[in-house]
Structures are given as structure tokens and as C-alpha cells.
């Protein structure tokens, strides 16, 4: 089972430029979340998504957008790179939104932006 | 935003040791979560807790939910070197079903 996938793995951008990162789930689920990790902190919510079309912001969405065409794939956008994205980004889903949260993580995506 | 505060930061301990890590809120939580991350991975869920007072254990890892809803600490006994990477709490408050709070992690590190 591949679960949640990122890619890429790794990306090195300069200021000013664009990328997006992909998110792919096969277990059907329908919440997907984006989320940053930065040394001494936790995990940071960018944006979700509650199912195919929707998406939402989270904790720290500035600078990012995300969409959710397909109840498989959300894709995390930054249209104009800074150094203050640098950061892991992870993407999760989850089967169910209710008092629980039990969330499968991606392996992750080391961003740097010089 | 809720503020979740997870001790120790780090931990340096020899292998067969007992390890205690707690999260503390200033906020009530309605469930609490412990996550494991290995290096280059993504975090993997260890523990759900759901009801104050609520002690579950996962092998050699041990949770709880403290009574004021406030708190929850995460034991592992006699650890082994696999046991090393960082461990992060979670909590759920109600109304925001949408949205953990994560604490800030404790790197584990194990001695042999």
C-alpha cells in the first residue's frame, strides 16, 4: 500500500520563484491536509481540504495557495517563494472528521529557498 | 492560536531505561494523540486518547489522559534503539474538529 505520497522530495528554489507540491492518497480518504514543520516547533496547519473542490485555510496559509480537483491529489502551490517557507512540508489525510483525528503523513518534502 | 507545551526537548538515555515525556495546554482538549516521527519520514500515529483520566498502552508505550483535560504524558519502558527519533503530542480542542494543535516535540535519543 502506498498511502500518502509526496513529491518531490526535495527542491531548492530562489526568492521569487514558483513550484508545486503534489499530494497523492489511495486510501480513498476524504480530508487532506498540508502542513510545515520548522526545527523546535510542531507541525503547522496550511490549508485543508474537506473533499474533492474544497479547500480551506488553516494556521498559517499566507503564501501559499492549494487545490483539490481530484479526491486524491492536493496540491500545495507557492507562487512567489521566500527564505520563511524554507521548511519540511507534510501532507496527511484522514478517513474521518470527528472527534478524532488520525491523521496518515507523507513522508515528507525538504523545501529550501535561498 | 492554542498553546501546547511539550517536555523535555531532548532526551539523551541508555538503552533498557524508562522514558516520560508530557504535553501541557493551557486550553481543555478533547483528545489527545502521540505521534512518532523517524528521521525523513512523516509522523506515524503511536497512541489515541479520547475520555479524561483515560491510561492506554501500545507494547511497551504507555499513555494518558490527564484528569483536567489539560495534560497528557507518554511513558516508553525499557527502551531499545529503535525507539529514537522525535515524539510529538496533539490535542484536539472541542469545536475544531478540523484542526490539531501539535506540541513542539521531544527528540529521543537512545544509548547503547
Known amino acids: 500500500n502506498a498511502g500518502v505520497t509526496q513529491t518531490p522530495k526535495f527542491r531548492v528554489l530562489k526568492t521569487g520563484q514558483s513550484m508545486t507540491l503534489l499530494c497523492a492518497q489511495d486510501?480513498?480518504?476524504?480530508?487532506m491536509y498540508w502542513y510545515r514543520q520548522d526545527p523546535g516547533m510542531g507541525l503547522r496547519l496550511i490549508h485543508y481540504?474537506?473533499?474533492?473542490?474544497?479547500?480551506a485555510k488553516g494556521e498559517v496559509p499566507d503564501g501559499y495557495n492549494v487545490s483539490r480537483l481530484k479526491k486524491q491529489n492536493f496540491l500545495l502551490g507557492l507562487e512567489s517563494a521566500a527564505p520563511s517557507q524554507t521548511s519540511v512540508y507534510f501532507c496527511?489525510?484522514?478517513?474521518?472528521?470527528?472527534?478524532?483525528?488520525?491523521?496518515?503523513f507523507g513522508s515528507g518534502t525538504q523545501l529550501s529557498v535561498l | 492560536g492554542q498553546q501546547l507545551n511539550q517536555s523535555p526537548q531532548s532526551m539523551f538515555i541508555q538503552e533498557g531505561e524508562d522514558v516520560s515525556m508530557n504535553c501541557t495546554s493551557s486550553?481543555?482538549?478533547?483528545?489527545w494523540l502521540w505521534y512518532k516521527q523517524d528521521p525523513g519520514e512523516g509522523p506515524v500515529l503511536l497512541i489515541a486518547?479520547?475520555?479524561?483520566?483515560e491510561l492506554t498502552s501500545n507494547g511497551r508505550l504507555t499513555a494518558q489522559f490527564g484528569i483536567t483535560r489539560k495534560d497528557s504524558f507518554l511513558n516508553i519502558s525499557a527502551s531499545i534503539p529503535s525507539d529514537v527519533g522525535i515524539y510529538f503530542c496533539?490535542?484536539?480542542?472541542?469545536?475544531?474538529?478540523?484542526?490539531?494543535?501539535f506540541g513542539s516535540g521531544t527528540q529521543l535519543t537512545v544509548l547503547p
Open positions: 481540504s474537506v473533499g474533492e473542490g474544497t479547500t
Open positions: 496527511a489525510s484522514s478517513y474521518e472528521l470527528a472527534t478524532n483525528e488520525k491523521l496518515f
Open positions: 486510501m480513498n480518504h476524504e480530508y
Open positions: 486550553s481543555i482538549f478533547n483528545t
Open positions: 496533539a490535542g484536539q480542542t472541542p469545536g475544531s474538529a478540523r484542526q490539531l494543535t
Open positions: 486518547l479520547y475520555k479524561a483520566g
